[in-house]
């Protein structure tokens, strides 16, 4: 009955097991041997007759000698008997947890995938190797270097790095901690991390929290207050008058389940009732296709964002909402796992090379490669099919919100964090600022690409990715690639760098046209990062990798810009350069230039008339890094007086509902809306 039982829910066979089995009887025997010669006297009685019964065992063996393949068959079937129960255990705990639990874990489950859903159920991170750590949330990092940190786009690979202040945590009992509001929301339903203790004001929120490490800007808690303390000396502008720019918060990333559902529908509607208190505009909210179309090809369920969508209605507020075909887990901020759909992962099994691949041979599953765009190998499917036919039924399911304008603008993504551009710099395998990274196109259907590019030079021998750029963690100048008069601005480097870039953006060219060909009249998006290590060196290795062709004798974003002009999209940059602020050596080791970088991408749109929205990429709750945001969308000293069409804050976390930091970030509002504000201290 058991046996039964175990594979009904692990879905193995008979003969599954017994291969299994033998295996499992082989490793007990060394476990066995293991133990016979490192046993001590030192060991409780128990161990001792334990000892002596398996030394009776052995003498006993026919053959003698004690080698595991003499090992009486009758032994080893009971150990296969004890081991079968251990897994129909196994089974049954799965499936209680599926049942009851609302675990989204795989029919081949073992205890690894409940030990890692527990395991970011509390706040860490667990990569797919196994890696674990705390998440960013938690204010820790993981062991082995100072730089490692999972970025959750590339502006923030640095930023997290160096200048991540600890995470807010509350005095009162009450208050719930920001690993507890974006960890994965996959248990049966509990006390709300939205919800706000009793005491407290439905509009402003006023709690006593140390707050640690901000900069620019202190905190100390008297008898229960919390008092700000402004630097005397910070600069105010007054933006009063200025373009209104319209303000969105992004939701947090685990607000509907893996069941596509609302996780806390009654708590989240409180903290949307605070936004709109204070005049936020809308919120952003990421579409994952591995929630949406998880189980099976062309199978869509969008029930939790239809209740999403009608409670942001109700409120008279707006959506900014992103197509998101990435896997959400281990970067910065992502306290959930939300892999790449089932049936997906299930074809990657056999058939890898639908990844992006380095020059090692390592896989990253976090998004497909752009090499199987119009390859027919999801299903019958291409990719660029497969995401048409996704935001088809977004378009026909959630249509209302589309034509009555909640919808106000649809982010498509387009890689990694939903960002166009290669995944060059992944911290699973190995990657620490400031690497220069390596370039991703080892899959064969990339090395198709390439080979057909070479031919049609006329170079066949050009059909290779460079064997001179060094590893994740290199430095520019110790490669032969990128290194001042390298080969990156030789002939073959140019031809090897246009042909990397071009597929960048050819595969951003063909799913905007798509996406406008959906959404028709809505205003479409496409997402871009602000990759700044070694923009001070004349290769600019680390753009280079990620596949912006923006060595210092070119302009790698033009094209980008001119590409989104040409299909009315919207430019969506993720910024980090207020992480920087009052910290001159931050990226001096990486001679990254984050504002120069900010500053080429804002007049390659501008260029083009390409419409900006800007979002930041680590969280703010401090007056001097409001104002230096500020600065960044609001552009006080432009003659032309150009500004932003949107601001995404990231991310709606418990710490911006808290104390000083909602009456900080109402202040930035009104002055984004262009607003008068009075300057003075605050006391809460």
């Avoid at 709690?207 to 600069?235: D, F, M, R, Y």
């Amino acid at each position: 009955m058991a046996t039964t039982d175990m594979r009904k829910l692990l879905g193995t066979s008979e003969e599954d097991d017994d291969e299994e089995m033998d295996m499992d009887v082989k490793e007990e025997d060394d476990g066995d041997q293991r133990n016979r010669g490192t046993h001590t006297a030192s060991g409780s009685s128990n161990d001792e007759f334990m000892f002596q019964q398996s030394m009776q065992d052995q003498v006993g063996t026919p053959g003698g000698g004690g080698s595991r393949r003499s090992r009486p068959v009758e032994e080893k079937e009971r150990t296969k008997l004890r081991e079968r129960h251990r897994r129909a255990i196994t089974a049954r705990i799965l499936g209680g947890l599926r049942r009851h639990g609302n675990y989204n874990l795989r029919i081949r489950a073992d205890i690894n995938d409940v030990i890692a859903a527990l395991a970011r159920e509390a706040g860490w991170v667990v990569l797919p190797d196994g890696t674990t750590f705390p998440s960013k949330s938690q204010g820790t990092k993981p062991p082995g270097g100072s730089s490692a940190v999972v970025a959750g786009s590339s502006a923030s690979h640095v930023a997290s790095q160096q200048s991540s202040p600890p995470a807010l945590r509350g005095v009162s009992s009450e208050h719930r901690s920001p690993v507890e509001l974006n960890s994965c929301r996959m248990k049966a339903p509990a006390p709300s991390p939205y919800d706000l203790p009793p005491t407290q004001s439905p509009e402003l929120v006023a709690s006593v929290n140390k707050a640690e490490g901000l900069v620019g800007c202190s905190t100390n808690v008297i008898n229960t207050k919390q008092i700000l303390e402004i630097p005397q000396n910070l600069t105010e502008q007054d933006f009063s008058g200025t373009p209104y720019v319209p303000v969105y918060v992004m939701l947090p990333l685990g607000v509907i389940n893996m069941k596509c559902e609302l996780a806390d529908r009654d708590g989240l509607l409180k903290y949307l009732r605070i936004l709109k208190s204070i005049h936020v505009d809308g919120v952003k909210v990421d579409c994952w296709w591995g929630i949406v179309e998880g189980h099976s090809p062309q199978e869509y369920n969008w029930n939790g964002y239809r209740q999403l969508f009608q409670m942001v209605r109700d409120l008279n507020l707006k959506i900014q909402v992103l197509m998101s075909f990435h896997e959400c887990g281990g970067n910065v901020g992502d306290d959930v796992c939300i892999p790449l759909p089932h049936w997906v992962a299930e074809i990657g099994r056999t058939n890898p090379d639908i990844y992006f691949t380095d020059r090692e041979g390592r896989r990253n599953p976090e998004c497909l490669s752009w090499g199987i765009d119009k390859e027919r190998v999801l299903r019958g499917r291409t990719a660029l099919e497969v995401y048409f036919d996704y935001m088809r039924s977004f378009r026909i399911e959630l249509a209302e919100f589309l034509e009555d304008g909640v919808i106000s603008m649809v982010e498509i993504g387009l890689g990694p964090c939903g960002e166009l551009r290669y995944p060059s710099c992944p911290i699973k395998h190995g990657w620490r600022y400031p690497g220069v990274g390596e370039f991703q196109c080892y899959d064969k259907y990339l090395l198709k690409s390439l080979r057909k590019a070479a031919e049609s030079r006329g170079h066949l021998f050009w059909a290779r990715g460079p064997d001179n750029a060094g590893s994740y963690n290199s430095q520019p100048q110790g490669t032969g690639f990128f290194c001042d008069g390298g080969d990156y601005d030789g002939l073959y480097g140019r031809f090897f760098l246009n042909w990397y870039s071009q597929v960048l953006i050819g595969h951003a060219d063909q799913i905007l046209s798509l996406a406008k060909l959906v959404f028709d009249s809505s205003c479409i998006a496409a997402k871009l990062p602000d990759v700044h290590w070694w923009y001070r060196t004349a290769s600019h290795a680390a753009e280079l990798t990620a596949g912006f062709y923006n060595s210092s004798n070119r302009d790698g974003y033009a094209a980008i810009a001119s590409t989104l002009k040409k299909h009315r999209a919207t430019l969506s940059f993720v910024s980090g350069e207020v992480q920087v602020l009052n910290r001159s050596d931050d990226f001096s080791g990486g001679l990254g230039e984050p504002e120069a970088v900010a500053w080429q991408v804002l007049n390659a749109a501008w260029d083009t008339d390409t419409p900006i929205a800007r979002e930041n990429s680590l969280p703010c709750h401090d007056r001097v890094g409001y104002n230096k945001m500020l600065e960044s969308v609001k552009f006080p000293n432009d003659p032309d007086r150009r500004h932003l069409s949107s601001f995404a804050y990231s991310r709606l976390i418990p710490a911006l509902m808290e104390g000083h930091s909602i009456v900080e970030f109402k202040r930035f509002v009104k002055k984004l809306h262009g607003e008068a504000v009075m300057d003075h201290h605050q006391q809460v």
